[in-house]
């Protein structure tokens, strides 16, 4: 099994987008990437630059995959409909989405139950517009598929964070090829004993996780229960961890105590260094100062930004 993570916190971005490839069949998991407001300042060029390098591996890998995946309704996880491009934070449009998901067969979570009203509407105007470029797209809560030796296990929806949480479910997607077992457990935050449970009963060699949403203003020993998850799973599984828990200047000091067990970000597994620039962004500013042609694009962005 190839594993070639392509977006994320520790490469500049928000997205937990990976590329798996096993014998029988490519799998791209979340083709989606943002950007978002932080320290109430719109992203740095430099993040804008890591976002053009995002879309871009997304639709190189795109090509090459046989299925797409889309875990719930999140911009950060899908590329959106839009019919122009939005400049802002995702550089989303119909064109892009085409791009990315044409002729493919992509494995969504559905739309008609477990699902709050906002990813209802995001997923109901994309289920419409992607079929100018595809009619392969199925809803698989709760399904198993086989190609050849390898295994597609996908979750009942799980909460996006602790239980009963307003953000909705996302679905986990196990990649089993008979040599290894990944298991994608993308925004489930390792905070609902439905997830841990899930994640436990698998029994995966490899897990991919956003971890404990550290950045946000929950209470501590929530916080402290979700590290403490995160760690009983580095004591049993080779873990990714990166996206949500990437979102903090010292957000590295939270995986710190697990380096002595299997446990590296997307950037890490890459072999490149760290680069939270979204967590950093103040001080982007302050050290690498806008062009004034940029300055004035944050005025009106109502296109792709000059970089």
Do not use: C
């Not at 699902?115 to 109901?124: H, L, M, T, V």
């Not at 010292?250 to 299997?262: A, E, G, T």
Request: net charge positive; glycine share 4%; aromatic share 10%.
């Amino acid at each position: 099994m190839r594993i070639i993570p392509l977006a994320s916190e520790s490469l500049g971005v928000r997205s937990l987008s990976v590329f798996i490839e096993t014998k029988d069949i490519k799998i791209l998991l979340d083709a989606g990437v943002s950007l978002a407001i932080r320290y109430r300042l719109l992203p740095h060029t430099l993040e804008y630059q890591a976002l053009k390098e995002a879309r871009r591996r997304i639709k190189e890998y795109a090509k090459k995959a046989d299925i797409i995946t889309i875990s719930h309704y999140h911009f950060d996880h899908y590329t959106q409909t839009y019919d122009s491009i939005e400049p802002k934070f995702t550089w989303s449009s119909i064109e892009e989405a085409g791009e990315i998901y044409a002729d493919k067969q992509i494995l969504a979570k559905d739309i008609s139950k477990n699902i709050n009203y906002s990813q209802k509407k995001r997923g109901y105007v994309f289920n419409k517009r992607i079929k100018r470029f595809t009619d392969k797209l199925a809803f698989i809560d709760d399904k198993i598929l086989e190609f050849g030796s390898t295994r597609i296990t996908v979750s009942k929806p799980l909460p996006h964070g602790e239980d009963n949480t307003p953000l909705g479910y996302v679905l986990a997607y196990t990649i089993d090829d008979g040599n290894t077992r990944l298991l994608y457990a993308s925004d489930t935050q390792l905070l609902s004993k439905k997830s841990i449970d899930y994640i436990i009963d698998k029994k995966p060699d490899i897990v991919i996780t956003s971890a404990v949403p550290t950045y946000l203003r929950i209470d501590e020993k929530i916080k402290e229960e979700g590290l403490r998850n995160l760690e009983m799973l580095a004591r049993n599984t080779k873990l990714i961890v990166d996206h949500h828990i990437m979102r903090e200047k010292n957000s590295l000091d939270y995986i710190k105590p697990l380096r002595r067990y299997d446990v590296k970000t997307f950037a890490e597994y890459l072999g490149l260094k760290n680069n939270l620039l979204e967590a950093n962004r103040v001080e982007l500013y302050k050290k690498f100062p806008p062009s004034n042609h940029f300055q004035q694009w944050i005025k009106n962005p109502s296109s792709l930004p000059p970089l």
